[in-house]
């Protein structure tokens, strides 16, 4: 597929912070009847055969179009076993141990964590403008998480459940910089759709051995929320990310992450009338400030 020009990806990107922080909400109503392992598993096996299967159709049945070539296959299943597998999964049972303020805390950190491992490992090079969005983006969000309540920040203890949300940070950063690699020359698309069939084979082995893995009926709600996190977190959200990042980076890409507690803060307010102050409508502005600087850097 053709690259799409910057305003066209930060666009997706931006669409990304709103599925995505939409995304929690829906989440609440499906956990209580299906487990971490099987939601991630039957997330990213949907995500995986459509993606394919549309990939196929699309080169009018020609194998050749899907199969990724022996070089690319150590990249592929590093991939889906850390964007697809070990996020979803340490995120999930992290939560079971912390609060969570905490997580949304040690979320926030995604970018930063994503930008210094891309200037680490793949050389990247940011001017002082893009530093100065990234930090914009990470003061807004810590705005929003702590509600000028710096007693927040000063009561973090760490505990079983930071080092696993912790770890799943630092899995999304890998996925990320190998993404970087991989969509370099493989069909985005292709290449999430086989990262996503080995994350989804990956995690049932996990849910198996764990005795975490097991399938229910889902009533109406809970299904339309497996449907959302499927087709628009699972696949549009995935497709745009490895875009964004194919396109403009994984540095870049990831300050955009920044929007999702403001998209989570507005949802919380409209569906659950959670307050929201002067402050947290500060912290968002400031976060869109950052995220014009990074893209404008």
Avoid at 107 to 124: D, G, K, N
Avoid at 167 to 181: G, H
């Amino acid at each position: 597929m053709a690259i799409l020009s910057n305003s066209v990806t930060y666009a997706l990107l931006t669409l990304i912070g709103i599925i995505w922080g939409f995304q929690p909400i829906t989440l609440k109503f499906l956990l209580p009847y299906w487990s971490p392992a099987t939601i991630t598993a039957f997330r990213y096996l949907v995500v995986g055969l459509v993606l394919l299967l549309y990939q196929f159709l699309a080169s009018r049945g020609s194998r050749s179009a899907i199969l990724p070539a022996k070089a690319d296959w150590p990249w592929i299943i590093f991939m889906g076993i850390n964007g697809q597998m070990l996020n979803s999964v340490l995120q999930f049972h992290g939560l079971q141990f912390t609060t969570v303020t905490n997580s949304t805390l040690i979320t926030a950190t995604t970018p930063a964590i994503t930008s210094v491992c891309a200037f680490l490992i793949l050389r990247e090079h940011f001017r002082v403008k893009q530093w100065l969005g990234i930090l914009f983006s990470f003061v807004g969000v810590l705005a929003i998480i702590t509600k000028g309540d710096l007693t927040v920040l000063t009561g973090f203890r760490m505990n079983q459940g930071d080092l696993l949300c912790i770890a799943s940070q630092f899995a999304w950063a890998f996925y990320s910089l190998a993404a970087r690699k991989l969509t370099g020359h493989l069909d985005v698309l292709t290449a999430l759709g086989w990262c996503s069939l080995c994350g989804a084979a990956g995690t049932i082995v996990y849910g198996l051995a764990s005795h975490t893995f097991a399938v229910s009926p889902l009533p109406t709600v809970p299904f339309l929320s497996y449907l959302y996190i499927t087709l628009l977190g699972g696949i549009a959200a995935n497709v745009f990310w490895n875009f964004g990042v194919k396109n403009v980076g994984p540095s870049v890409s990831s300050v955009f992450l920044n929007l999702t507690p403001v998209v989570g803060m507005l949802s919380g307010w409209l569906i659950f009338s959670d307050p929201m102050g002067l402050l947290q409508l500060l912290g968002a502005a400031v976060i869109f400030v950052g995220v014009y600087l990074t893209t404008h850097g």
